[in-house]
C-alpha cells in the first residue's frame, strides 16, 4: 500500500478565485491526497501578477481558513528568482523520499504549454501529474509534450496512487467558468465578484484593493 498523496496546486492566484479551489478540492477528495496551493512569486510563463505575493499569499490565507483538506505552502514566494516547476517539486521530492507520490495538479490549459517549461521532460521523473480539465479553449499541446505523454497516460486514479512519478492522468472536475483575467476585468470597473471568489476574501475590503480601477466608467465617458 503505498503512502498518502502529496499534491500541489500552483498558479498565480491572482486573485484565487472558486475555480481554483473546487478543483484543488476536488482532486483532494478523489486521489484521497493532501493538497498544498503554492503561489508562484516570479511565474516564468506569464505576465506578471497584479498583486504582490504578500497580496496573495493574504487572499489564499483568507480564502482556505475553515477546512483541512487544502494548505497553504509559500515555498516559492520564499525562494529568490523565477518560480520554477521543477526547483518546486524537487524541493518537495528532497523532503519525503522517493516513494510516496507526489502529484503536480494543472489546469488542462496550463498543460498544454509544459513544453515551453524549465526543465519539462524532468517533471516527470519527480511527480506524477493530474490534469485537470476546465471549460476553456484547450491549446493544443506540442508535438514532442504529445508524444511524451502518449505512453504515460493511465485511466484510472489507483495507477497514479501505486507510484511516486511517471504518470499523467486526465481528470474531470467541477466545468467553472471563472478566470482571474476576469474578476481582475471586474474589479477595474468598480463590479463585485460576489460568488465567483469565496466570501471570506469578499468579506476584507483591503484584500482585493489592488485590482480596483478608478469605478466603474460608463459610455461615452
Ligand atoms: P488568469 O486568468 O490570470 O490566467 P487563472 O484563473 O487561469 O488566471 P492561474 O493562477 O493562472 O488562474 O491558474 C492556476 C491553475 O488553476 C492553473 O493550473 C489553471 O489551469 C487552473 N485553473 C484556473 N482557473 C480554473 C478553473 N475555473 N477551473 C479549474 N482550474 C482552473
Known amino acids: 500500500m503505498s503512502a498518502r498523496p502529496l499534491a500541489i496546486f500552483g498558479g498565480t492566484f491572482d486573485p484565487i478565485h472558486i475555480g481554483h479551489l473546487r478543483a484543488a478540492w476536488e482532486a483532494s477528495e478523489a486521489l484521497d491526497a493532501e493538497v498544498r496551493i503554492v503561489p508562484a512569486k516570479i511565474p516564468p510563463h506569464r505576465p506578471q501578477p497584479v498583486a504582490s505575493a504578500t497580496e496573495r499569499a493574504a487572499m489564499l490565507r483568507a480564502a482556505l481558513a475553515g477546512q483541512d483538506r487544502l494548505a497553504l505552502d509559500l515555498r516559492e514566494l520564499e525562494r529568490e528568482g523565477p518560480s520554477y516547476t521543477f526547483d518546486t517539486l524537487a524541493s518537495l521530492r528532497a523532503e519525503i523520499g522517493s516513494e510516496r507520490p507526489l502529484v503536480l495538479l494543472i489546469g488542462a ?57 511517471g504518470c499523467v492522468l486526465n481528470m474531470v472536475v467541477s466545468a467553472l467558468g471563472i478566470s482571474a483575467t476576469r474578476i481582475r476585468a471586474l474589479l477595474a470597473d468598480g463590479r463585485e465578484p460576489r460568488w465567483l471568489v469565496p466570501q471570506a476574501v469578499l468579506d476584507d475590503p483591503a484584500l482585493l484593493q489592488p485590482y480596483r480601477g478608478a469605478g466603474g466608467k460608463s459610455c461615452g465617458t
Do not use: K, N
Not at 111 to 136: D, I, K
Open 109 to 165: 490549459d496550463a498543460f498544454a504549454g509544459l513544453s515551453e517549461w524549465h526543465r519539462w521532460r524532468e517533471l516527470f521523473g519527480l511527480a506524477q501529474m493530474c490534469v485537470l480539465t476546465r471549460p476553456a479553449q484547450i491549446p493544443a499541446m506540442s508535438d514532442e509534450l504529445a508524444a511524451e505523454v502518449a505512453s504515460r497516460t493511465v485511466g484510472d486514479i489507483a495507477r497514479l496512487r501505486a507510484g511516486p512519478a
